[in-house]
């Protein structure tokens, strides 16, 4: 089945469909950010369900350039040969950090079972307003298997809201470094489930460039609009950055190096309707890249996606409580000429999909119970995904199969305890020997445990 009718049938069926769910093994990564709580006066639980997803209140937040607040400012008027100021008066800063124990049902050959990490990471922010209608927040974080300090996601918009034809019209300009970060929904990869995951365990040996591929290595800029409340459209353009690579950028040692300009783009259309909310879209981007080096043979890929958010209130006498359902499916076609000749590729042409399907539970605002289904298929090539140890593929094949279940308990807004279950029915290809030395998918599935500290 062709690409085009796979995305438009699962457009048809996102509100309806209860199939499948993505799986997003990342670090730890920026979610509730108390400079914001401080500079609008509002708690976390305001614009946060499970963080980082966020409410209607944290969507219109961010939407408008994180320029809320009630916090004192430092203000002088524009002149005539004087430019205005709006500075908040305390610096926007906030932490964050966690522990972690992470073990899979078989070890790693040659390792230790059970990762204790304390931190598995530490996060600084730098979020708030900047000016009237300017705003962001940039983040840098420590990794405790690099042991240093690195450069985060990173997200500085100016907004303004205006009415055309009598309707609410939003419209700004947002720079940031990871396709996605600046999108306003939890069911694409930039802000998507599991909320928190673990750095010691395997992971499928293939995803599409566009589930965090891109993540901190590029740099971009674009336009976003809102328009009546329902219609968002957004387009940026991208380029290489390698953050700790030479500048300018020679290419070596880096798989992507992004040719002319990466174009990526966003609409969704957004409802509500009683104690109903429902937000379908699609995004996707295209780029021409060199592998290590900056000329030759190129590979070129092209990333379609669709996504959908359905939340539904349901107001108990003592408590409100939400229940949440994420839907993403990505389609990846690759032409690897780059690697073609570079012989890491047996042929040119290859396909991926990424699905992924998660449900949440809310019991107020202190107990969240998910889980979900994922999905990961593609072109078979034994080259690409050649067998090695735990990582690697006896028959090429990158199908991965499995689900995600999660608790997570808030004593206090800014502390979360949780407890996160992945199991694999299949991992890179087999359940049995995938990787063609004796180790079956169940051997990775793993238990996570968390607690994560923002203040």
């Given amino acids: 089945m062709s690409s085009k009718p796979k995305l438009f049938c699962f457009l048809l069926l996102i509100p309806f469909s209860c199939s499948f769910v993505g799986l997003l ?19 976390c639980s305001a614009c946060h369900t499970t963080i980082p997803e966020l409410t209607p209140l944290g969507r219109q937040f961010k939407l408008n350039g994180y320029a809320l607040r009630s916090l004192k400012t430092i203000d002088s008027k524009p002149g005539h040969a004087s430019a205005p100021l709006s500075l908040l008066s305390e610096l926007p800063l906030s932490a964050q950090f966690t522990i972690s124990n992470t073990e899979t049902q078989k070890p790693q050959p040659g390792t230790q079972n059970g990762s204790f990490e ?53 419209y700004g300009i947002d720079l940031n470094n990871n396709p996605g970060v600046e999108d306003l929904w939890n069911d694409t990869p930039a802000w998507g489930y599991p909320w928190v995951a673990p750095d010691a365990v395997p992971t499928p040996v293939a995803t599409p460039i566009l589930n965090g591929g891109l993540a901190q290595d590029v740099a971009g800029i674009g336009g ?47 409802q509500t309707h ?59 076609s690759s032409n ?51 067998p090695s140890p735990v990582s690697g593929s006896s028959t090429g094949n990158p199908r991965s199969d499995g ?13 979360q305890l949780g407890v996160q279950y992945t199991g694999y029915l299949k991992f890179n290809g087999l359940s049995v020997n995938y990787d063609g030395s004796g180790r079956n998918a169940s051997a990775n599935n793993s238990v996570y445990l968390i607690a994560w500290f923002v203040f």
Avoid: C
């Fill in 25 to 43: 093994f990342r670090a730890t990564r920026a979610d509730a950010v108390p400079s914001f709580a401080r500079q609008t006066g509002l708690a």
């Fill in 118 to 170: 304390l931190p598995q990471s530490a996060s600084l922010f730098l979020a708030g307003a900047i000016g009237d209608h300017v705003g962001g927040f940039i983040q840098v974080t420590y990794e405790d298997q690099a042991d240093h300090f690195s450069w985060d996601n990173t997200d500085i918009r100016w907004a303004r809201d205006r009415k055309l034809f009598d309707k609410d019209f939003v």
């Fill in 224 to 270: 976003y609009t809102m328009f009546d409340q329902h219609l968002y459209a957004a387009g940026f353009i991208y380029r290489s950055a390698h953050l700790g690579g030479a500048q300018p950028n020679p290419g070596t040692g880096f798989g992507t190096n992004i040719q002319g300009l990466a174009p990526y783009w966003r609409v969704a259309w957004q």
């Fill in 274 to 332: 009683g104690n109903n909310y429902l937000e379908i879209g699609t995004y996707g981007m295209h780029l021409a890249s060199t592998p290590n080096a900056v000329v030759g043979p190129r590979d070129y890929l092209t990333d379609l996606a669709a996504d959908f958010q359905w939340e539904h209130t349901l107001p108990w006498e003592s408590r409100h409580d939400l229940l949440t359902v994420h839907g993403d499916y990505i389609h990846e």
């Fill in 336 to 386: 690897l000429l780059g690697a073609l000749a570079a012989r890491s590729v047996a042929f040119a042409p290859h396909d991926l999909n990424f699905e992924h399907l998660d449900a949440v539970y809310h019991l107020g605002n202190r107990f969240a119970f998910a889980a979900g289904p994922f999905n990961t298929t593609g072109t078979s090539d034994s080259t690409l995904y050649a």
């Fill in 403 to 415: 689900y995600i279940l999660n608790f997570s308990y808030w004593p206090l807004q800014n502390i």
